[in-house]
């Protein structure tokens, strides 16, 4: 179910106008929120980065509109999910970044400039809870 669900994003994603890009931004953060709550010391992730990346994803979910489009059922992200996670998070925050230069009102330009903001900061996030186990490999 991830695969689809990564693919689904990467769809929102390249869409031309804004709201596609945010609704994916909308759609990681409430996944990423999830994640960064499934992350243990039995995982060998940084627990307090994880406690940090769902805060981050959590102001992100709460400033960005919630999509029109459907449900976004919990996606069961596990840990080893992060680096590609952290990867769409990082993609989203490009997208946006080039989307609020075109952006119909200074409303949505304001809204994906502070979700650049926040992506990066959850993004960074998700790979420092990574960390720790990516080095005891």
């Given at each position: 179910?991830?695969?689809?669900?990564?693919?689904?994003?990467?769809?929102?994603l390249?869409?031309?106008?804004?709201?596609?890009?945010?609704?994916?931004?909308?759609?990681?953060?409430?996944?990423?929120?999830?994640?960064?709550?499934?992350?243990?010391?039995?995982?060998?992730?940084?627990?307090?980065?994880a406690?940090?990346?769902?805060?981050?994803?959590?102001?992100?979910?709460?400033f960005?509109?919630?999509?029109?489009?459907?449900?976004?059922?919990?996606?069961?992200?596990t840990?080893?999910?992060?680096?590609?996670?952290?990867?769409?998070?990082?993609?989203?925050?490009?997208?946006?970044?080039?989307?609020?230069?075109?952006?119909?009102?200074?409303?949505?330009?304001?809204?994906?400039?502070?979700?650049?903001?926040?992506?990066?900061?959850?993004?960074?996030a998700?790979?420092?809870?990574l960390?720790?186990?990516?080095?005891?490999?």
């Amino acid at each position: 179910m991830t695969t689809a669900w990564f693919d689904r994003i990467a769809v929102r994603l390249a869409e031309p106008d804004i709201q596609g890009p945010l609704s994916a931004a909308w759609s990681l953060a409430h996944q990423t929120g999830y994640w960064a709550l499934a992350v243990t010391t039995d995982t060998g992730g940084d627990t307090l980065a994880a406690c940090g990346a769902h805060n981050h994803a959590i102001e992100l979910r709460g400033f960005l509109p919630e999509p029109d489009d459907g449900d976004d059922p919990e996606t069961d992200l596990t840990f080893a999910d992060g680096r590609r996670l952290a990867e769409f998070l990082e993609q989203a925050e490009l997208r946006l970044s080039a989307a609020a230069a075109t952006a119909a009102t200074p409303d949505e330009a304001y809204t994906a400039l502070v979700a650049v903001r926040l992506l990066g900061h959850t993004a960074a996030a998700v790979r420092t809870t990574l960390r720790p186990a990516e080095t005891a490999r």
